[in-house]
């Protein structure tokens, strides 16, 4: 994605749990959870899963690179794609990482470096070229990026996990995966963080019928982010984080009830509610 001015986000990953490969999950995708974010010649990477992978090589012809990544938390699907992203092992690349969700003895240098010590991985922090700085804050702080604005937010998720609001020229993308709603109406820390957002991407792992078998497991459905976003005057919802079972031909069922669940075009041009994919560009 070329750094313009306005505020666009790019989605490079979209499914949870694990990657998945095989003809049923061409038209969405099989890459786990990792979205671009650019703004006022800035770029800023949210979450690693494996889809930072293919978002590494495309930025490794644009050298050098200074760049932060925001992880909502470090579990697996969310990290495992670090170690293959093409930037850490560019000479004069700078890249930030940052974490909000992590409590002592924890910090994010020790994740990641466990992450890639023997008997699982090959090699060590040592073999990234690029200056590598790992930054912690607690969520619920205010952050920034140059011009572009950050609110964060604790979500509901075992070990921990943050939700972002990125704000720049009177836009606003808000990031809320890996969250568990608690039945009792919807998330209150989550509507505020969102409310009268342009686009929400929220954590859409399963559906209503599908979530009495996964409870406690840290995850919502695509009709209570329907719920969030209605109770939030969010613009655009954007449904993210599809479990694996979940291939394109039920994502096309998906797609249709919400669209009759949230129907017509948000004051942002967009539509209402969207599926997310790979590639897909969203600029509000």
Not at 61 to 78: A, C, G, S, V
Request: proline letters at 6%.
């Amino acid at each position: 994605m070329p750094l313009g001015e306005g505020l666009k986000v790019r989605f490079w990953g979209v499914r949870g749990s694990i990657s998945c490969s095989g003809a049923e999950y061409t038209r969405y995708g099989g890459n786990t959870s990792c979205l671009e974010v650019t703004a006022g010649g800035r770029r800023l990477i949210f979450d690693a899963g494996t889809g930072i992978r293919p978002l590494g090589l495309d930025l490794a012809r644009q050298t050098p690179i200074d760049i932060d990544i925001y992880f909502t938390h470090t579990h697996l699907d969310h990290i495992y794609g670090l170690t293959f992203f093409a930037p850490l092992f560019g000479k004069g690349n700078a890249v930030r990482l940052w974490a909000g969700h992590l409590e002592p003895p924890y910090t994010l240098k020790n994740v990641v470096s466990n992450l890639m010590k023997a008997p699982l991985y090959p090699v060590s922090l040592e073999v990234f070229q690029a200056r590598v700085e790992f930054k912690e804050f607690k969520s619920g702080q205010q952050l920034a990026c140059g011009e572009i604005a950050m609110r964060t937010a604790p979500l509901n998720h075992p070990n921990g996990a943050t939700g972002y609001r990125v704000e720049f020229g009177g836009k606003s993308i808000c990031y809320i995966t890996d969250t568990e709603h608690r039945g009792d109406g919807p998330d209150k820390t989550i509507v505020e963080l969102c409310r009268g957002a342009d686009v929400m991407i929220y954590d859409s792992s399963y559906t209503d019928d599908e979530y009495d078998r996964y409870r406690g497991w840290g995850h919502s459905t695509w009709q209570e982010g329907v719920r969030i976003a209605n109770a939030a005057d969010v613009g655009t919802l954007a449904i993210f984080h599809h479990d694996p079972s979940h291939d394109d031909a039920f994502m096309d069922g998906v797609a249709r009830e919400a669209a009759t669940a949230r129907p017509g075009i948000a004051p942002n041009g967009l539509p209402r509610v969207i599926v997310a994919h790979e590639g897909l560009t969203i600029s509000p």
